[in-house]
């Protein structure tokens, strides 16, 4: 019987425990000399059958293991032999394998070995193939990657870059997404199978590989050919895995995609329809190129909840879009097609497309040559906001047609927008609009150019810019009263201020698009370039003005350019306050008309007029009295007096001697009204002119 010899014992099982890990062992073990020369290595692991040991003893430990990405991995290991403190469980990446390496991660041990005498002999490295765990991990970290980051704006083309963006390089080398274009517009996505031919735009495109050309430009249009992955998903509306053959019958069918596979060594498709309802949205199609593992099942899972997420995102693009088009209809269809201007006022309108189609703007041509701007905005977004513009514009033409001051005419539109605000606040809990409160700003303005001046009211905080003929900005001290449809009981107030032949009046919904005409840290800015630009220009430089990576939201601007009346085209008489006033009145009046050249009709109609508004004056008003003709695109009889006085309509009866005056007037005039001022009160009326006499407005 062989005695028993301990340490040869050991010696032995040691020396074969040590084989046995070499040779049959999963975790690969490593021998690296104090040069990271590779000493020994064990083959037995999944990752290195099929290599020959004698194809890597005595090369460096970098080129053992191709490392894709901790490249601080070997001055580690030099760090491990001067320090023998060991690294543990460190994950890098590798591509490991024969001709066709692939991509592996490995969590690494590494020991410093020493001999006698504490003499360093090399390093001991355990690497456990940990890819399948950190597969999941970060299938994982781009789902979560993918919740937060896709889908934060109502864009479709948006959403696919921040789909691709999340998913090149964590889960792809190449990630295309494509949309259907019907879906881009708003329209309602067809209902599966998509029918052949269906147009499809590329919204986003991303490589691993920088300068990597996409087959089909982003941004292009096209239809997908047939008997492909990706018409197939679009058919079936199911995800599939496709191994890339240069030599596959349907890659002959699109060539610019083939030539795409070719040149970025593309090796796995993964094609995962963007589907909601059974609607076909979209395609998303990701490629795996050499030196990454194919998709596989667990991939396809993820990419299906990827799509579904992303699927969701593009059909709320779409709602918003399909509800902003018709909001923007609307508006379009509420707003002014041309400005409404006199001789005196060349007015530009311009409208900045943005999110809330609230904004607007308008124009109405007053009594005695002036012309009424308005600028305004309502809160709130899309269809509801359009339709609560409209109905703030139409009352306010409607209160114009009273001839009321700026700041009164707000007033009594603030009842209409209270009202207005009431009647949402009493929808029922369920309804949206029940929980927004409905308030606007607006501005009005009236230029008088007869007087030179631009009176103004503002409710909330918009306010005009006027650049007079020198170039330099003012901006006039118009008080900010509370927005439209607030609880807000104080009282608007208007300003007056000068505004001389040749100034620029700019209005705008949006205080942003006027800041490159302000400078809150010094004096206005001088722009000289605004007395002759066409207007049409300046509405376009302020928006090419806007700060970069900023911009406006839906806004609405007029630009106005102030002209002198002539002073041949209105005449002005003081009368007396007696009735001898009645025959001054129409022997002025007669004079002054055939200087104009009006025709005998229309004479003869303004000398009655004249009479009546005179007679009337001078019985029911106070002295002093005063009379006025204009001779613009309409004929305009005023006569003032210091009486605050309303008269009004009435039908006298047949015995009754008088009554007669107004409703005289009212038949010969095509309109007529009363306009107060702090002094008094001025009655006018207006009568058409035939071509031939009427003074032409500016284009």
Not at 362 to 369: E, F, G, P, R
Not at 379 to 392: D, E, I, K, V, Y
Not at 643 to 652: F, I
Not at 658 to 680: E, K, M, N
Request: with cysteine.
């Amino acid at each position: 019987m062989a005695q028993f010899d301990p340490g040869r014992q050991v010696d032995e099982i040691a020396a074969a425990m040590l084989e046995a890990l070499f040779t049959q062992s999963p975790v690969g073990l490593h021998l690296l000399d104090e040069n990271l020369r590779a000493v020994r290595v064990n083959t037995a692991t999944p990752v290195m059958r099929g290599v020959a040991p004698e194809t890597l003893l005595g090369r460096p430990f970098s080129e053992v293991y191709g490392m894709v990405q901790d490249d601080d991995t070997e001055a580690l290991l030099h760090e491990v032999l001067r320090t023998g403190v060991p690294l543990t469980q460190r994950v890098v990446r590798a591509r490991v394998g024969g001709d066709q390496p692939q991509e592996r991660h490995f969590e690494v041990t590494a020991l410093r070995l020493e001999g006698a005498h504490r003499s360093v002999l090399g390093v001991g490295l355990t690497a456990v193939d940990v890819t399948e765990r950190e597969r999941a991990r970060v299938r994982t970290g781009v789902l979560g990657s993918v919740r937060r980051s896709v889908g934060r704006t109502l864009d479709p083309a948006v959403t696919g870059e921040e789909l691709v963006e999340v998913l090149v390089p964590e889960f792809a080398d190449i990630a295309v997404v494509e949309v259907v274009d019907a879906v881009i517009r708003g329209d309602d996505p067809p209902v599966a199978p998509l029918p052949p031919g269906t147009p499809l735009m590329r919204t986003a495109f991303r490589s691993r590989r920088t300068g990597s050309p996409p087959a089909h430009p982003v941004g292009g249009v096209r239809r997908l050919p047939a008997r492909t992955p990706f018409t197939q998903a679009l058919a079936d509306l199911r995800p599939r895995v496709v191994p890339l053959n240069p030599a596959a019958s349907w890659l002959s069918l699109d060539p610019p995609v083939a030539e795409a596979v070719r040149s970025s060594a593309a090796h796995s498709l993964l094609v995962v329809p963007l589907a909601l309802r059974d609607a076909p949205l979209g395609l998303v199609s990701l490629y795996r190129t050499n030196g990454s593992w194919a998709f596989e099942d667990a991939d396809q899972e993820l990419a299906v909840e990827l799509a579904a997420h992303t699927a969701l995102c593009v059909d709320n693009a779409r709602r918003y879009t399909r509800e902003h088009t018709v909001a923007a209809t609307v508006q379009r269809q509420l707003l002014p097609r041309r400005p409404e201007s006199h001789m005196s006022l060349e007015t530009a309108y311009l409208s900045v497309t943005g999110g809330d189609p609230g904004a607007w703007y308008d124009t109405i041509a007053l009594s005695s040559a002036r012309t009424a701007l308005i600028i305004g905005r309502v809160s709130g977004s899309g269809l509801n906001a359009a339709a609560t513009m409209g109905q703030l514009r139409t009352a306010i033409r409607s209160l114009a047609a009273f001839d009321l001051a700026p700041d009164e005419l707000l007033a009594r539109l603030q009842d209409t927008a209270r009202q207005l605000a009431s009647e949402r606040a009493h929808l029922p809990p369920g309804d949206p609009l029940h929980r927004e409160p409905l308030t606007a700003d607006c501005v009005y303005a009236v230029h008088d150019p007869l007087t030179g001046t631009c009176t103004t009211a503002a409710a909330g905080a918009l306010a005009p810019l006027l650049v007079r003929p020198d170039g330099t900005v003012f901006a006039p001290g118009t008080p900010a009263g509370p927005r439209l449809g607030t609880v807000e009981d104080a009282p608007y107030a208007a300003d007056v201020a000068d505004v001389p032949d040749g100034s620029v009046l700019v209005f705008a919904s949006d205080p942003l698009l006027t800041s490159s005409l302000t400078d809150a840290a010094g004096p206005l800015p001088s722009t000289p370039d605004y007395r002759d630009r066409p207007l049409r220009d300046l509405c376009d430089s302020l928006v090419y003005a806007l700060p970069s990576r900023r911009d406006a939201d839906d806004a609405a601007v007029i630009v106005a350019r102030t002209r002198s009346f002539p002073r041949d085209r209105f005449a002005v008489w003081p009368l007396g306050g007696d009735p001898h006033a009645v025959a001054d009145a129409r022997r002025r009046i007669r004079g002054q008309l055939t200087a104009w050249d009006v025709d005998d009709e229309t004479a003869y109609n303004t000398r009655l007029i004249v009479s009546e508004l005179v007679t009337n004056a001078v019985k029911y008003g106070s002295p002093p009295l005063e009379l006025r003709l204009i001779h613009d695109r309409t004929l305009t009889c005023e006569v003032r007096d210091a009486s605050a006085g309303a008269p009004h309509l009435r039908h006298a009866n047949t015995v009754d001697e008088g009554g007669r005056g107004l409703f005289i007037i009212a038949q010969l005039a095509q309109a007529w009204g009363v306009r107060y001022t702090a002094t008094g009160k001025t009655l006018w009326t207006e009568q058409a002119l035939p071509d031939a006499t009427r003074h032409k407005e500016a284009p």
